[in-house]
């Protein structure tokens, strides 16, 4: 069974620019939920769709959106970019929403470097 | 929402001997409390979790404690080994509430020391 699978890997952007990350869950899981890492940070929830909605938020500003499609892919989206947006940018799915069954599937994450 | 603290940021200890990080959570609704490890370059991965209707979880060398009254976990690893240095994270979230999405700590970045 293939894992979750991000693009890209790697990128760099200038200050306002904006940026769009894609995830594939593992086939069957319905949950894509989207996490920022950046050092003394931890994990910081950005969003969970499930089916296509948006189940719940984090404390993030507006130029952070997402969505999912009917197959489960999911993007994220910051736009104007800064330079405090610079981190590992990680999306997990599981089956259902991920603090319902526990276990989140990671992907190896998009690291996003704003110059 | 629910706030996750995690404690020690840092803690090194030698091959063989134990190791406890700990966490407290806010939100007395939540139910499920998770630890990822995540190795340096790689993702984090589900090690252990438990439930509020448990007090204790073990899985051989490792185990995580659970106190709803003082709203704490604890994660327990014994036995140290040099392959358990990566960085541990907990979480905290109340499926069926307002935040059924996991809430995680900062991080403790554990280092074995052999």
């Known amino acids: 069974k293939a894992g979750v699978t991000q693009t890209p890997r790697y990128l760099i952007k200038t200050r306002g620019q904006q940026v769009t990350l894609s995830c594939s869950p593992i086939?069957?899981?319905?949950?894509v939920s989207w996490y920022q890492q950046t050092p003394g940070q931890g994990l910081q929830f950005l969003f969970e769709?499930?089916?296509?909605?948006?189940?719940n938020k984090g404390n993030f500003p507006g130029r952070f959106s997402g969505r999912q499609f009917s197959n489960s892919r999911s993007e994220m989206n910051v736009s104007t970019l800064e330079l405090g947006d610079s981190a590992l940018y990680l999306c997990?799915?599981?089956?259902?929403?991920?603090?319902?069954?526990?276990?989140?599937?990671f992907g190896e994450g998009s690291r996003l470097t704003v110059l | 929402g629910e706030n996750v603290e995690q404690h020690p940021s840092t803690l090194s200890v030698q091959e063989g001997d134990s190791a406890v990080i700990k966490c407290t959570y806010s939100?007395?609704?939540?139910?499920?409390f998770p630890w990822y490890k995540q190795e340096l370059g790689k993702r984090p991965q589900l090690i252990i979790d438990?439930?509020?209707?448990?007090g204790e979880k073990k899985d051989q060398r490792i185990a995580v404690t659970l106190n709803k009254t003082a709203k704490h976990f604890s994660l327990h690893i014994t036995e140290t080994q040099p392959e358990d240095s990566a960085v541990y994270f907990c979480?905290?979230?109340?499926?069926?509430?307002?935040?059924?999405?996991?809430?995680f700590g900062k991080g403790t970045k554990l280092s074995v020391k052999p």
């Open positions: 979480a905290a979230s109340n499926y069926g509430g307002s935040q059924g999405n996991l809430i």
């Open positions: 769709y499930f089916s296509e909605t948006q189940r």
């Open positions: 939100d007395s609704a939540s139910n499920y």
């Open positions: 086939s069957g899981h319905r949950s």
């Open positions: 438990i439930r509020s209707n448990v």
């Open positions: 997990a799915s599981s089956l259902e929403s991920g603090g319902a069954t526990g276990e989140l599937f």
